[in-house]
């Protein structure tokens, strides 16, 4: 069973090195598998990440159109970095671009894998229906009255991540999540780091008649 998951582990995140999955890894991987059955929406147990192959993820994920970061697929994993290694403080980076709006098709499923790159400070992502400016403590998990939907305003988060530790990140995936058309921002759950700025927006397109659904799609791979 322990093998079992570790090589889930190590699938998940094939930057993880083994030796630096111990059993609180595993035990933390076997909680969350537990937990799931409990709250399909739970984010995964906090992983440790190696820096280089996280950039790359990152850097490939999604293409760059008009300063926006557009995905495409079935089921698409956005690896985002809270503060990557020269990006100013209380900022996320994808695609190497800092708090890039991103354009998803509606029906996809997608989930974000956020690492936490910087060593002084927890950082989290929250997928919310709550627009900026955001307050000091903003309750991005407040019922958003004006939503069409009238649900809750946050739709998917990975969870507060502690600080990156020596030369590693620390990560956190959301569950999967199949966002309705319409306008979504990330923003960080922290206090006062939404308000600094940490946040992007989202853009869930609805499809038209005639183009393909996500299922017909077989132009981009998604990443895992
Ligand atoms: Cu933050």
Same mark, same amino acid.
């Given at each position: 069973? #322990?093998? +079992?998951?570790?090589?889930?582990?190590? #699938?998940?995140?094939?930057? /993880?090195?083994?030796?630096?999955?111990?059993? !609180?890894?595993? +035990?933390?991987? &076997?909680?969350?598998?537990?937990?799931?059955?409990?709250? !399909?929406? *739970? *984010?995964?147990?906090?992983? /440790?990440?190696?820096?280089?192959?996280? &950039?790359?993820?990152?850097?490939?994920?999604?293409?760059?159109?008009?300063?926006?970061?557009?995905?495409?697929?079935?089921?698409?994993?956005?690896?985002?970095? !809270?503060?990557?290694?020269?990006?100013?403080?209380?900022?996320?980076?994808?695609?190497? #671009?800092?708090?890039?709006?991103?354009?998803?098709? *509606?029906?996809?499923?997608?989930?974000?894998? &956020?690492?936490?790159?910087?060593?002084?400070?927890?950082?989290? +992502?929250?997928?919310?229906?709550?627009? =900026?400016?955001?307050?000091?403590?903003?309750? +991005?998990?407040? /019922?958003?009255?004006?939503?069409?939907?009238?649900?809750?305003?946050?739709?998917?988060?990975?969870?507060?991540? =502690?600080?990156?530790?020596?030369?590693?990140?620390?990560?956190?995936?959301?569950?999967?999540? /199949?966002?309705?058309?319409?306008?979504?921002?990330? !923003?960080? =759950?922290?206090?006062?780091?939404?308000?600094?700025?940490?946040?992007?927006?989202?853009?869930?397109?609805?499809?038209?008649?005639?183009? =393909?659904?996500?299922?017909?799609?077989?132009?981009?791979?998604?990443?895992?």
């Amino acid at each position: 069973m #322990r093998r +079992l998951l570790g090589r889930r582990v190590r #699938r998940a995140f094939p930057s /993880t090195r083994p030796r630096h999955v111990g059993k !609180a890894a595993v +035990l933390g991987a &076997l909680t969350t598998a537990l937990a799931v059955g409990v709250a !399909a929406r *739970a *984010a995964s147990a906090p992983q /440790t990440v190696a820096p280089a192959h996280y &950039l790359k993820r990152s850097a490939h994920a999604g293409m760059l159109k008009d300063r926006r970061v557009v995905f495409s697929g079935r089921r698409i994993v956005i690896p985002v970095i !809270a503060v990557a290694p020269g990006a100013p403080d209380t900022t996320f980076e994808i695609h190497g #671009r800092v708090d890039p709006t991103l354009v998803f098709p *509606a029906g996809v499923r997608i989930r974000f894998a &956020l690492a936490n790159a910087y060593r002084g400070m927890p950082h989290g +992502l929250d997928v919310t229906r709550k627009s =900026p400016p955001y307050a000091k403590n903003p309750d +991005l998990r407040a /019922t958003h009255k004006a939503s069409a939907s009238g649900g809750k305003a946050v739709v998917a988060a990975t969870g507060v991540i =502690p600080p990156a530790r020596d030369s590693h990140w620390r990560a956190r995936r959301s569950a999967w999540v /199949t966002l309705a058309p319409g306008t979504y921002y990330y !923003a960080c =759950p922290v206090p006062g780091h939404a308000r600094k700025g940490m946040h992007g927006r989202i853009v869930v397109k609805a499809r038209h008649a005639g183009e =393909p659904s996500p299922e017909q799609h077989s132009g981009t791979v998604a990443l895992r």
